[in-house]
């Protein structure tokens, strides 16, 4: 009976996607001259927008169509008879497309100026296999931190040091960090106007709490129930201390996987610091049932705590400002990005050019998403691919939408690029100094950072009241090594 069940199931399931896509049966006719299938919900509206304004000015006509982080969606419409004729590629998906022979080498691209285009894109955030072949055009650059609202800062101090001292919390060491962490907490939960050190500078807390001051329920807004908030992204710090790129990664040795143990260590120390300072609606939020229920500890409610100034920290990234800006206007021109600090020490840390003063100033800065061309479609629709993609790169109106209502930083972006948007100003300006790095965890045996840290922490640790001791931080540790051995075992 449960045999029969399953199979009913997937039969419905079956049809209901060939009714949607047309991906079964008689194909729908195409009403449309290119079909774009976009993987970012973020700019979903503005793209269906632009695609209206390419249509007035060329007459070439777009679909477009969004779903985030459902391959198997993709995968349906890819084996349909309406393909897309661009869609969406990561990093980590990229092998699958390339196998199944959907991927357009660029350097075979028909038309010379999508082709200089395309050859112009930086070999360090080229989609690539082999640093030869070349398969997709980036969304942009995206990056990530500890987000801070310069305002709050200068409500908690004098408004007078307010710039001098946020310069000095990107620079300080981590028990400095530590220790203003600490000071925060005493000042929101017992109103004690304590000092702190930051960059060897010393700072005092006002003793009267303002409008925003008064708000603050804990120093950081958490999403303990979205595991990629400290499985993928924040767990590719401590992997930044041994790989210098998703490649380095993907490739690594015996010898560097164990090499992890320290920095992961680290990594559990600071989301400790991190869970045990959090913020609620109405007081602090104790890790325990809550702190992992997606209605008290969601994405949403995690931007939403930061929009109200309940909290002066969110590990996030510059997606967040289409959102914040919706939820607190008055707050998006005063946000900026302070690294995410870890208690690194020097043998801990054994990628070629790395310290531990320069990995606890830089943020990750990387391209997570790429447009590529499906080599299945007619030559006609590739050509009508590569238009509009040189037309959205160089065009004013494509550089307008990436930049004004996509919210993204174009990858192209020169040093001097100014952009009407305070997080992606403040990626350029960390870019300029050189305090970046990458995407490492992109190259983790897959499901590994969901799974063997994300899931693993939020099932032992989140979801449960009291402190965490350093053999727990070990135990974390080596459950992330034991997990990418046993993985990427698998997955050979």
């Not at 990561?90 to 092998?95: A, G, K, N, R, V």
């Not at 143990?261 to 990594?267: A, I, R, V």
């Amino acid at each position: 009976m449960k045999t029969l069940q399953k199979r009913l199931i997937f039969v419905v399931a079956l049809l209901s996607l060939c009714l949607v896509f047309s991906a079964c049966g008689k194909a729908a006719e195409k009403d449309y001259d290119i079909y774009i299938y976009n993987g970012k919900s973020q700019n979903a509206d503005a793209l269906a927008k632009l695609a209206q304004k390419y249509e007035e000015e060329t007459g070439v006509k777009v679909k477009t169509f969004t779903l985030e982080d459902k391959p198997e969606v993709l995968r349906t419409e890819m084996s349909s008879k309406t393909p897309p004729t661009i869609f969406t590629t990561y990093t980590d998906t990229m092998s699958e497309w390339q196998q199944g022979g959907f991927l357009l080498d660029f350097n075979q691209a028909q038309s010379p100026e999508f082709k200089q285009l395309a050859a112009e894109i930086p070999q360090d955030i080229r989609l690539t296999t082999d640093n030869q072949n070349n398969y997709g055009v980036p969304y942009g650059l995206e990056g990530y931190g500890y987000v801070v609202n310069a305002a709050l800062i200068g409500e908690l101090f004098e408004d007078d040091v307010k710039d001098a001292l946020i310069q000095d919390l990107k620079l300080a060491t981590y028990p400095e960090f530590e220790r203003a962490v600490l000071a925060f907490d005493a000042y929101i939960k017992k109103d004690t106007a304590g000092e702190m050190t930051l960059n060897g500078t010393k700072y005092k807390l006002k003793a009267e709490k303002t409008e925003l001051a008064a708000k603050l329920t804990g120093v950081f807004a958490v999403a303990g129930a979205e595991t990629w908030t400290y499985g993928d992204h924040m767990v590719n710090l401590p992997l930044a201390a041994v790989f210098n790129n998703s490649v380095e990664a993907k490739n690594a040795s015996e010898q560097q996987v164990e090499a992890l143990k320290g920095p992961l260590e680290k990594y559990a120390q600071t989301l400790d610091l991190k869970t045990s300072h959090a913020a609620g609606m109405t007081g602090s939020l104790e890790r325990g049932a809550d702190f992992i229920n997606q209605t008290t500890a969601g994405y949403d409610q995690e931007l939403q705590l930061f929009a109200n100034s309940n909290a002066i920290f969110m590990k996030q990234g510059n997606w967040v400002y289409a959102s914040l800006i919706k939820m607190n206007p008055d707050m998006v021109n005063e946000l900026t990005f302070i690294p995410v600090k870890l208690p690194l020490s020097d043998s801990d840390v054994t990628a070629e050019g790395k310290t531990v003063e320069k990995l606890n100033q830089s943020i990750s800065v990387f391209v997570p998403s790429y447009y590529s061309i499906n080599a299945t479609v007619s030559e006609e629709e590739q050509q009508k691919a590569e238009d509009f993609l040189l037309w959205l790169n160089t065009s004013a109106t494509g550089q307008n939408y990436i930049q004004n209502e996509f919210f993204f930083i174009p990858y192209n972006a020169s040093a001097d690029t100014k952009l009407d948007n305070s997080l992606n100003n403040a990626i350029l300006e960390y870019k300029k100094a050189s305090n970046t790095i990458s995407n490492p965890y992109v190259g983790a045996p897959a499901t590994w950072a969901r799974t063997y840290v994300g899931e693993y922490i939020m099932e032992n640790y989140l979801n449960r009241q009291g402190a965490w001791s350093e053999s727990d931080y070990t135990k974390i540790a080596e459950e992330a090594i034991g997990g990418w051995k046993k993985l990427r075992s698998e997955q050979q």
